[in-house]
């Protein structure tokens, strides 16, 4: 039961319902307080649930013990520690927001299943985030209910207490529950100690609440009390230490700060204890949104980080680049800095970010700044339905942690899909009625007046279903902005539609709430309320049972602002199709087959304007291909096309979005590479970092003489056609520095008509007396260009614009372009 597994298999939670029934709300520890000594002494008197249970726990203790993925694997990292602000992990553990504590939890609860030796941390809130309801004039309600560790499943650790020093004497002291996801340790830190004063008891109070002194505190816990809490846990668990720090988002960067501070301790100077922290740094950046991303004012930093490396620490988070804000402290800007590597969570969030980010490093182009992507994946066990897992497993066999053999879905007949994807539906249908209902007796209605409830919503009508946090990117109220339109098309007689909403705006956000209002009111018509319905309260179960019940995930965000996104992932994997503006990972992965995306009116300036574009596609393609194509049906009543969708979407979509795909793709292009250098750079009491140090600091100091000063070329053929080999030679100054210090390198490749190269490739020009020289080969037609530059080159680097020292020739116009046929 402490075991946090159960929220996963399907199996053990079935035992826990057979226990109480009628108890039984998807939260074990709640069930067992609950339950009466009669019926568990009746229980203990049936044998065969006895046997059921005795296979349960033998079905988890050989989970926990067995050879998994990873340890197949050679040269993986010892240990992995994940920091996150958020953990979604259940609806009865309710530390989340949105869709990075989601994400952070399907993470871990991976980890698990494919034997990766994680330990995560994070803060365990009081108070949670807010539990949601809505007055009589639909506004937004929130309510702290506080939650009692005790009746939690976690363990406090009785053994490990993490303080930190702040400023005038006094000292932060936190306490360490334990949850424990699977194989994975998950470490909450809690202020809610005796030892700390009123003020500092509130830290952990919340999530995502409070002025910006507060949000500092919590950060600081997070980081560097998160360090100090694995070091015990460690030495207490012997769980390996972990060799690689994988931090999301700039919440919990002061965990940089704080592996500086050991490695300080062990003799190092700043620099070298900088360099032997970010060799094993991994930092994901989760939202191309700018309020997503926390800024303290620099006086505030600068109160709480004093000594003498103070003025180091406040140039990391620095905002040195065009536009920067010299008096702010930005928590982002400093994660990148700490992390040798960095990633966004989508192809073309990595772009957005490349750009975004682009100034921290000096003069590369965007396509060179060092940072990639892994795109989001979601945990299947957590959030695909028991039939459609079922069913899948007649094909795929271990189709959770094999993110392959997933063609095999095409054989599946028809009609048996579509028999639980009806089951599923009505189980949304129910419900919904049953929400909707106690939402109704919340705002002040009696029951009485109620009955309308019991039609709200039809098992067999197309099911739309728009469920998220409500910022003004993700547009909520884009289907509102022709209501007629709307209401056309949920009151169509031949082929209805019907559309479940749910989501939470953020306590401070006005405009939110407001938008949220405007649906609710919408949906409270007596016209439409039997055919769209918000339901409060938005969490994990609620998330479950929309993503498994609806036909179509809807999503709107202002392009390119959604980061990811993934519960449109959950609902593919349960056979639904998605319609989607394409941002996000269905900017990568929409094909046609698998759902519907929905034209963006990109580089459209007026926002009223595009949205009046965008919503008019949505309509247009709800009532003429969405719905045309679900209400198509055989003389069986079946959908051909649709299902034909459904296959496709399960066949080929579904191995990509699974977070075991994601969790393999960290470990091999982050985590082990991050080990790597890390190993490196310690290895004789980090020799690595202390020459990487003073390497960098020579080099940065040379680097102003450093230029490319004359450029030749050579074609041995009269005239250059596909096949002809370019001879490059070019003439470099050094300065201070020797040629192994250096890689000078020609970029070369297709232009466009902006004399801009095209996904250039790159040759690397060999020191040659006192030259460079190589050969590029001329091997496509078409316009075509070459530039030559120096970058540092150390064995110990990552990428080489990581310093963000670049050098070209000295005239601006510097490319070379010609013309091949
Ligand atoms: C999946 C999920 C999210 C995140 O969804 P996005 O599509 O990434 O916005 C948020 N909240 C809940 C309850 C979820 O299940």
Redesign the pocket.
Known sequence: MLNLRWSWDHATQEVFRDVAPELWRGDPVRLLGEVTGARLAELAADGEFVARLAATVEDLRGYLASERWYQGLEEAPAGVAYFSPEY?ITAALPQ????L???AGDHLKTASDLGVPIVGVGLLYRHGYFAQSLSAEGWQLERYPPIDPNGLPLTLLQDIRVELELPEERRLHAQVWLAQVGRVPLLLLDSDVEENDAALREVTDRLYGGGSDHRLLQEMLLGIGGVRAIRAYCAISGHPAPEVFHTNEGHAGFLGIERIREYREQGLSFEEALEAGRAGTVFTTHTPVPAGIDRFPRELIQRYFTGPDADRVLALGAETYDDGDPTVFNMAVMGMRLSQRVNGVSLLHGAVSREMFGGLWGGFDTDDVPIGSIT?G?HAPT?VAREVLELAAREVPDLVTKASGWEGIAALPGADIWRIRRVLRERLVTEARRRLRASWITRGTAPAELGWINDVLDPDVLTIGF???VPSY?RLTLMLRDPDRLRGLLLDPERPVQIVIAGKAHPADEGGKRLIQQIVRFADAADVRHRIVFLPD???D???AM?QGCDVWM?NPLRPL?A???????AALNGGLNLSIKD?WWDEWADGQNGWSIPTADGVQDPDRRDALESEALYELISHHVAAVFYDRTEEGLPPHWLEMVKHTLATLGPKVLASRMVRDYVRDLYAPAAHSFRQISADGFAGARELAAWKARTVKAWPAVTVSHVDEQIAEDSPHVGSVLSVRAEVQLGELSPDDVRVEVVYGRVDERDRLIEPHTAVLSADGGHFGGDVPLDRAGPFGYNVRIVPRHPLLAASAEMGLIALPADPEGMTEGDLR
């Open positions: 979604g989340y927001s949105g869709g504590g989601i994400l989001n979601v959030w469920a998220r946090r993700k938005y969490d994990m609620l998330g479950q993503v999503n959604e990811c996104g993934t519960s449109g992932m959950k996000g």
